[in-house]
């Protein structure tokens, strides 16, 4: 079955940068498209980037010019390099597989001011 392995996450001071990977398994990665959500306690999960089988990339507004997403289809491998991170970027990170309307278990990051 697919398996979504995020990791990456951590503790980091505002303008620092962290790497988030999620590998998949148990999927054709190379037509999938896949995406990075973020979640905060009391809010609703929301969309941070997206990246389609061929490529085609969307960032939230509040990440464009910081954040870059990635994937590595031989490793079956997507990232998000996230730059001049800020406190208001702390919340858990999911990777989720369109394809498959899956999800990965979530990475905690933590900016702190």
């Known amino acids: 079955q697919v398996q979504l392995l995020e990791s990456g996450g951590g503790l980091v001071q505002a303008g620092g940068s962290l790497r988030l990977s999620c590998v998949a398994s148990?999927?054709?990665?190379?037509?999938?498209?896949l995406a990075w959500y973020r979640q905060v306690p009391g809010k609703q999960r929301e969309m941070v980037a997206t990246?389609?089988?061929?490529?085609?990339?969307n960032y939230a507004n509040s990440v464009k010019g910081r954040f870059t997403v990635s994937r590595d289809n031989a490793k079956n491998t997507v990232y998000l390099q996230m730059n001049s991170l800020k406190p208001e970027d702390t919340g858990v990170y999911f990777c989720?597989?369109?394809?498959?309307?899956?999800w990965g278990q979530g990475t905690q990051v933590t900016v702190s001011s």
């Open positions: 148990g999927t054709n990665f190379r037509i999938n498209h």
């Open positions: 990246i389609t089988s061929d490529e085609n990339i």
């Open positions: 989720y597989n369109w394809n498959h309307n899956f």
